[in-house]
């Protein structure tokens, strides 16, 4: 497609993507690699002839933001970064973008491809269930939904539920505490907040489905299964975090030792800091694979109960 004419098809889409990656710049949001990621991952979202898929990446980029600057004096002295006294969150890599938006950019080129050869997929695979729309192309807008349900539920809990009063307990061993920032840690008040995360992320897909695209539309009970994945999705990645991932924590200190960017962190033997877990995969990996997962076990259960996001 010629660039001039992709603009001008998606002119509020590439205006709301200057204002972000400008915001991004002059905030120090994103690393030189996450600004060029993001511009990638915003593409491909254009690419889809469903504008509610690039909003809701929009939404969960200013709901992150939103929630990253609540409490911030307070968090930064809640963990420690492992290049620094103090910890939080640094500007985001290209790495961090792509794991919490990688898997809905499969799921839309490959949705993206569908719509454009449905009669031919109908006509030569076995995934239709009837005469209306394949079974991918029933379910892969769920798994969009899903994913940014999940990482949105994610981030509210991680972020807000670092500053609640009590202490988290491991989600494998709810009967011990464990210092706030471990991987695995979780309290009930992020459990909450990790839910209303998800349900602001599939009402937003409700409203933009039915706004930006008339005629595309979710019932009642996807809606509410999406929510329950987005939870769903953070307790995953807590599970995960737990089970795959390493925590670090300063011996004089006690607190937990982040690396930049959801890099790992290094731990000299003797040295003044100790590890706890399996050393498995970096926080991003843990987020990507949360991500995959939660769509997968949102499209199978939509699946299972007959549940979809169609043209009607």
């Excluded at 603009?7 to 996450?34: D, I, M, N």
């Excluded at 809701?56 to 420690?80: D, P």
């Amino acid at each position: 497609m010629d660039p001039l004419v992709f603009a001008r098809e998606h002119v509020s889409q590439v205006t709301a993507t200057a204002g972000l990656v400008s915001y991004a710049l002059l905030r120090k949001k994103l690393t030189t690699g996450g600004i060029f990621a993001g511009i990638l991952v915003a593409f491909i979202h254009m690419l889809h002839p469903w504008p509610a898929f690039f909003w809701l990446l929009i939404l969960f980029f200013l709901f992150g933001t939103v929630v990253t600057r609540i409490g911030h004096n307070a968090k930064v002295h809640l963990t420690q970064s492992s290049t620094g006294p103090f910890g939080g969150e640094g500007a985001r890599t290209s790495a961090q973008v792509f794991a919490n938006s990688g898997t809905a950019c499969v799921l839309i080129l490959l949705h993206t491809w569908l719509l454009s050869s449905t009669p031919f997929i109908s006509s030569s695979l076995p995934l239709s269930p009837g005469p209306h729309l394949p079974v991918l192309e029933r379910l892969l807008p769920i798994g969009i939904i899903a994913q940014y349900a999940a990482v949105a539920s994610d981030t509210f809990s991680s972020e807000l539920g670092i500053l609640s009063k009590t202490q988290p307990f491991l989600i494998t061993a709810p009967w011990k505490q464990v210092p706030k920032g471990t991987n695995g840690g979780v309290t009930i008040d992020g459990l909450m907040y990790g839910a209303l995360g998800s349900f602001l992320l599939t009402l937003t897909a409700i409203m933009a489905l039915y706004t930006a695209r008339p005629g595309v539309a979710m019932d009642a009970k996807t809606a509410a299964l999406l929510t329950v994945m987005g939870l769903m999705g953070s307790v995953i990645d807590s599970l995960l975090g737990a089970v795959v991932q390493a925590t670090v924590t300063d011996r004089s200190s006690g607190k937990v030792v982040e690396g930049p960017g959801g890099r790992r962190v290094k731990v000299e033997q003797g040295g003044t800091r100790t590890m706890m877990g399996l050393d498995l995969l970096t926080n991003n990996g843990v987020n990507f694979a949360m991500a995959a997962l939660t769509s997968l076990l949102a499209m199978t259960a939509a699946w299972a109960g007959g549940l979809s996001v169609e043209r009607r």
